[in-house]
T-cell receptor, first 118, second 116 residues
Framework: GAGVSQSPSNKVTEKGKDVELRCDPI?????LYWYRQSLGQGLEFLIY????????KSGLPSDRFSAERTGGSVSTLTIQRTQQEDSAVYLC????????????????FGSGTRLTVV | DQQVKQNSPSLSVQEGRISILNCDYT??????FLWYKKYPAEGPTFLIS?????DKNEDGRFTVFLNKSAKHLSLHIVPSQPGDSAVYFC???????????????FGQGTILTVHP
């Protein structure tokens, strides 16, 4: 597609339920990132996939959070046993491969999934 | 540990005047810096970037300045327009080797309001 697509755009769930958030990156973008923005906060890094390399999971806040990327394309972020503090906008971004000197376009973000845990 | 900080949560400017958004960082390994703009209900969009080998990069009404010794960068918008009203995030990247992007570390954002 032309851009990064995320679904659903909004999700309201009860505390304790599991949720899955989906991201369709731009075709040909080998890098995929998940961030979240809590109310009044900046963009918090969660996880990063780059090609066939092991993902960088250093930003996942707890073991209730996991993500996978199938076939180097679509990614799913799963939050188990959701808590109210998980309420945030979850943003996915992708980027194309580039040599370091050509790094000048940054990421392309999706519109995000607004998760509300009640 | 907030490695990228935007200490001004909001900024209000009159149309036609200059908007100056500031960003400080603590990680000396950062060598590439970017600014993103975000409208409500949309994802952030790339605005302008600067490499650490430069101290200034200009693109139309937008100029980014980098002061490495002070670990400080700023975004200047001249002249400011009402359509510039948005949240502005600065971001930084450290070279991780190879031919891939590393992750970006973002600041908290500054809400810019440009009044007609």
């Amino acid at each position: 597609g032309a851009g990064v697509s995320q679904s659903p755009s909004n999700k309201v769930t009860e505390k304790g339920k599991d949720v899955e958030l989906r991201c369709d990156p731009i075709s040909g973008h080998t890098a995929l990132y998940w961030y979240r923005q809590s109310l009044g906060q900046g963009l918090e890094f969660l996880i990063y996939f780059q090609g066939n390399s092991a993902p960088d999971k250093s930003g996942l806040p707890s073991d209730r959070f996991s993500a996978e990327r199938t076939g180097g394309s679509v990614s799913t972020l799963t939050i188990q046993r959701t808590q109210q503090e998980d309420s945030a906008v979850y943003l996915c971004a992708s980027s194309r491969p580039s040599k370091r000197q050509g790094f000048n376009y940054g990421y392309t973000f999706g519109s995000g999934t607004r998760l509300t845990v009640v | 540990d907030q490695q990228v900080k935007q200490n001004s949560p909001s900024l209000s400017v009159q149309e036609g005047r200059i908007s100056i958004l500031n960003c400080d960082y603590t990680n000396s390994m950062f060598d590439y810096f970017l600014w993103y703009k975000k409208y409500p209900a949309e994802g952030p969009t790339f605005l302008i970037s600067i490499s650490s080998i430069k101290d200034k990069n200009e693109d139309g009404r937008f100029t980014v300045f980098l002061n490495k010794s002070a670990k400080h960068l700023s975004l200047h918008i001249v002249p400011s327009q009402p359509g510039d009203s948005a949240v502005y995030f600065c971001a930084a990247s450290a070279f991780t080797g190879g031919t891939s992007y590393g992750k970006l570390t973002f600041g908290q954002g500054t809400i810019l309001t440009v009044h007609p």
